[in-house]
């Protein structure tokens, strides 16, 4: 098992300042936190093997350090559902990426479980101006992006701040459920947000990070995607 603290003297080591996002994901899953079940492949044959251990439906994305947003380059494809899907998106990313980010060095495909759809949030870290850890909480898609819709502390937070930080945003009624839909379950954001604080009061040298989205579900929560950026010394 690799450990946190080699997971990012490795990225430095290679010049990056940035997880790649196996690397996040491991790096959080060591806190405890709800990735996506997922394997690095180097090659087809192994992301036909990945794909039957974790099941199906798979998603398929581009591992490289030279493309930060893999959807925009192609390089994201989800709810794959069987072995000819597979086949077909291996193909796609590949061509995708050969297209779009020509000089991009790949260092393998990421397969993952396909996380069904349900309620975003997002929850990032910032250091403010004073450099202080901030963190932040929203709702995701047009609840941050036009809607502002978002809540900060200073980081380390207890208990009480996750929950009054959940409860303060504007979107709240949405995770409690309206129009009879059942209510999001809340303590597993609290339970993130908590080993967040955790995991930057450990690494205080993470100067940015972000779990985006994060799907919540009546009973627990899945982390889509996560970025972490690392202070360059
Ligand atoms: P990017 O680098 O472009 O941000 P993401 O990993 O966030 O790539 O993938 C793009 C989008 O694809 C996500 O915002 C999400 O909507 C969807 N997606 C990615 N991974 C999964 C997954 N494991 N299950 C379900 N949807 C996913
Ligand atoms: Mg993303």
Redo the contacts with the bound molecule.
Sequence with gaps: MVDAKSIIENALKEGRNFLL?PEAKTLCRIYGLPV?K?KVAKNLSEVKQYAEEIGYPI?L?IVSPD??????VG??V??IRNEEELVQAYNRIMNNVKEKASNARIYGILV??????GR?VIVGVAKDPQFKHVIMFGLGGIFVEILKDVTFRVLPITRDDAEAMIKEIRGYHVLVGYRGQPPADVQSIVDIMLRVSKLINDFPSISQLDL??I?VYEKGA?I??A?IILESE
Excluded: C, M, Y
Excluded at 67 to 72: N, Q, R, Y
Excluded at 112 to 117: S, W, Y
């Design positions: 996002e996506t997922f998603v994305k493309i930060l947003h893999k959807s925009d390089g994201v989800i709810n993952q479980e396909f996380a069904p759809p975003e985006n989205p799907i899945k889509i995607d970025r």
